[in-house]
């Protein structure tokens, strides 16, 4: 069974659009959200992470939104540039237990 | 600084042979994990290691699948009487003092393992 269960699986954006990827999960014990980016070729990478106690979280042009009660969280990528282009991961854990989902490919096309 | 690394790069073997993947944490990181990340997947947790010890291996599919970490630095993961359905990337990440959710995981770059 899927413990996190992401969409889409691709997306296709003009640069400076604003691709926006979600997640949701079923588990109510999970208490961190990370998101990870990866490159053909490279380990995934953490971008940004948020606890459940918070609904929004920003760093630099990336943004969470976080719907605890609909458990249910999303990726926003403000101004998004070619260099964005990479597949990227939500996740969800509880203590040293880390799911993924199944990740998005995203391409920004300049 | 170096970050994980992980060797070899890529693995061919043939079906029923034995493997050893091998993962070398960031210096002073006392948590390190090992991931399975098939193609158009995202990874999926094998193996939790607090120190020397496997504090959590509920992931390994079954028991051709075993991983040590003797010193508490460098780990390695062993795959016995390979089958084909092995065949994935094998990432390691690690993590400062204490693991779990809150402390970031940094990943190597996988071992890509082909099972023929």
């Known amino acids: 069974q899927q413990q996190v269960k992401q969409s889409p699986q691709s997306l296709i954006v003009q640069k400076g659009g604003i691709p926006i990827i979600n997640c949701a999960y079923e588990n109510t014990a999970f208490d961190y959200f990370p998101w990870y980016q990866q490159f053909p070729g490279k380990g995934p990478a953490l971008l940004i992470a948020?606890?459940?106690?918070?609904s929004e979280k920003k760093e630099g042009r990336f943004t969470i939104s976080f719907n605890k009660s609909a458990k249910q969280f999303s990726l926003h990528i403000m101004d998004s540039q070619p260099g964005d282009s990479a597949t990227y991961f939500c996740a969800a854990s509880r203590g040293n237990q880390f799911y993924f989902g199944t990740g998005t490919s995203l391409t920004v096309i300049p | 600084g170096a970050g994980v690394s992980q060797t070899p790069s890529n693995k061919v073997t043939e079906k029923g042979k034995y493997v050893e993947l091998r993962c070398d944490p960031i210096s002073g990181h006392t948590a390190l994990y090992w991931y399975r990340q098939s193609l158009g997947q995202g990874p999926e947790f094998l193996i939790y290691f607090q120190g020397t010890g496997a504090a959590d291996d509920s992931g390994l599919p079954n028991d051709r699948f075993f991983a040590v970490r003797p010193e508490g630095s460098v780990s390695t993961l062993k795959i016995q009487r390979t089958e084909r359905g092995d065949s994935a990337v094998y990432l390691c990440?690690?993590?400062?003092?204490?693991?779990?959710?809150?402390?970031?995981?940094?990943f190597g770059p996988g071992t890509r393992l082909t099972v023929l």
């Open positions: 948020i606890r459940p106690d918070v």
């Open positions: 990440a690690s993590s400062p003092a204490g693991g779990g959710s809150y402390n970031e995981q940094f």
